[in-house]
């Protein structure tokens, strides 16, 4: 045992036939195209293994931010439609063009900085007031696009909040979307994608479905929708092993400020992760890990690199430790992390650190 793991200390997973399985309900639900959205690395999960799964199992669209998420997918061999819509007034657009990238415009300053042929989708503000044109703007938006050499194939929003069933949640972005795609046409444009959803809407709201969605959230099996299940799984797992154990009286402080104190004789382990590897500090309190299928409470506060968990006599130095998984046997998942900490799973997996071993892929035990 002593010297056989890789050197990472911890090793994220990634079960893509969860991806697989993830990606086919959601074009089960929205019954459309499904643009798979793999921005920060596929939310932690490895952008370009991620891409090509979503693809085999039916996507026909990849999303992300930045223009360099898009052109690493190119590089990466990945021939599929891919849409960028972190744009700005500029950012250099050229190798986009180059490399067949869509990118989104949401203003007129962007799109008078386009004086050669791009694939653009503009985007319409519908009520989120984030990015998108102000649908006060859209109609010279428009105007000036279909005189642009930019080649409008799409038109598209985002959603502020599709997480209640009931399609009185989505009905204002829906019709102002509309409004604003009858005004495209009117302008002269003939956008082929015309795209709203996001993992939320796709699952909950076909209407919303249009002729593309963009899931991010539900590729990953997290679950957006308020007391609503879609049967998503989880993909990735992120494991580490015991590097130390130990025995330690009552009265014992653990770690930084002796944050805890054992009230009985204990047995620690050593987990070499931290905070510095994106597990949340606030897991110092109501965190636990799962070792041989048993959860163990975290002990102390969890330092940059290292924490301390309480375990018994069944846990054996070099034992795995799950500190993040699907919870199919029990293990902790990133919603439960996210509801300790007072976040959305979103930023639980995002978070996950670069010292987390290589992404490697595993088939479905
Ligand atoms: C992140 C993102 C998505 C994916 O949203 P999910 O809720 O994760 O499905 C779709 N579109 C845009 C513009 C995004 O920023």
């Given at each position: 045992m002593i010297g056989t793991r890789s050197r990472a200390l911890a090793t994220r997973v990634v079960d893509h036939a969860a991806i697989a399985h993830n990606a086919r309900r959601i074009l089960d639900g929205s019954g459309t195209e499904l643009m798979a959205v793999v921005k920060a690395n596929a939310f932690g999960h490895g952008a370009v293994a991620v891409s090509r799964t979503a693809l085999a199992a039916g996507a026909t669209w990849l999303g992300v931010a930045t223009i360099d998420e898009a052109l690493e997918l190119r590089a990466a061999g990945i021939e599929a439609p891919i849409f960028a819509w972190?744009?700005?007034?500029?950012?250099?657009?050229r190798a986009a063009a180059a490399a067949g990238i869509t990118v989104s415009v949401a203003n007129l300053d962007t799109l008078a900085a386009i004086d050669f042929p791009i694939d653009v989708h503009l985007e319409l503000d519908?009520?989120?007031?984030?990015g998108g044109c102000s649908p006060l703007e859209w109609g010279a938006l428009c105007a000036a696009a279909a005189v642009s050499p930019a080649r409008i194939t799409g038109v598209w929003s985002h959603l502020a909040d599709a997480s209640l069933l009931g399609d009185r949640n989505v009905d204002g972005a829906l019709s102002a979307f509309r409004d604003g795609v009858v005004a495209a046409h009117a302008a002269g444009l003939d956008p082929r994608w015309v795209h709203l959803a996001n993992s939320a809407g796709a699952l909950a709201h076909p209407a919303t479905a249009l002729t593309m969605v963009r899931s991010g959230a539900a590729l990953y099996g997290?679950?957006?929708?308020?007391?609503?299940?879609?049967?998503l799984e989880p993909a990735l797992r992120v494991t580490s092993r015991v590097s130390q154990l130990r025995q330690v009286p009552a009265g014992t402080g653990v770690g930084y400020l002796h944050a805890w104190v054992a009230p009985s004789a204990a047995t620690l382990a050593l987990v070499p992760v931290g905070y510095g590897d994106g597990l949340p500090r606030a897991l110092s309190t109501g965190g636990s890990v799962s070792i041989g299928g048993h959860r163990f409470p975290i002990r102390g506060a969890i330092s940059m690199d290292q924490l301390v968990v309480e375990v018994d006599a069944s846990v054996a130095l070099g034992d795995e430790v799950v500190?993040?998984?699907?919870?199919?046997?029990g293990e902790p998942t990133a919603a439960e992390w996210a509801a300790l900490t007072g976040t959305i799973p979103h930023e639980i997996l995002t978070g996950l650190?670069?010292?987390?071993g290589a992404v490697e892929s595993e088939a479905r035990s």
């Open positions: 972190l744009v700005d007034p500029w950012v250099d657009l519908t009520g989120m007031s984030r997290i679950e957006t929708v308020t007391g609503a299940e879609f049967g500190l993040l998984g699907d919870g199919r046997h650190g670069a010292r987390i």
